[in-house]
């Protein structure tokens, strides 16, 4: 059973940074886009960015674009999403995803278990 594992999540100040980390801990996605989305309270999950299997394509949602950095190793099982200028909106659970390259939820067929990022004013 394929098993995404977040890691990397906590607290920060705004202005600052955190970096999550999802690991494809079956090998099952190396040719999978994956995927960050967040869910904050009372709010729908919403994406955050993507990337291509190959690493060369990526997409962020406009409200972290120039502040969210994602990236995936050469092995291609290890996912990075590298956070600077935090604000107390992007206090969320963040959810990292596999599946096919796009901007919603649907395009994604296998989710990690969330991580907390809390932004303190």
């Known amino acids: 059973q394929a098993l995404l594992i977040e890691s990397g999540g906590g607290m920060a100040e705004t202005g600052g940074s955190l970096r999550l980390s999802c690991l494809d801990s079956?090998?099952?996605?190396?040719?999978?886009?994956m995927g960050w989305f967040r869910q904050a309270p009372g709010k729908d999950r919403e994406f955050v960015a993507v990337?291509?299997?190959?690493?060369?394509?990526?997409a962020y949602a406009h409200p972290v674009r120039g502040r969210f950095t994602i990236s995936r190793t050469k092995d291609k099982n290890t996912v990075t999403l590298e956070m600077n200028s935090l604000k107390p909106e992007d206090t969320a659970v963040y959810y990292c995803a596999a599946g096919r390259y796009g901007i919603r939820a649907t395009d994604f067929e296998s989710w990690g278990q969330g991580t907390q990022v809390t932004v303190s004013s």
């Open positions: 079956r090998r099952t996605f190396n040719r999978a886009a």
């Open positions: 990337i291509s299997w190959t690493g060369t394509s990526t």
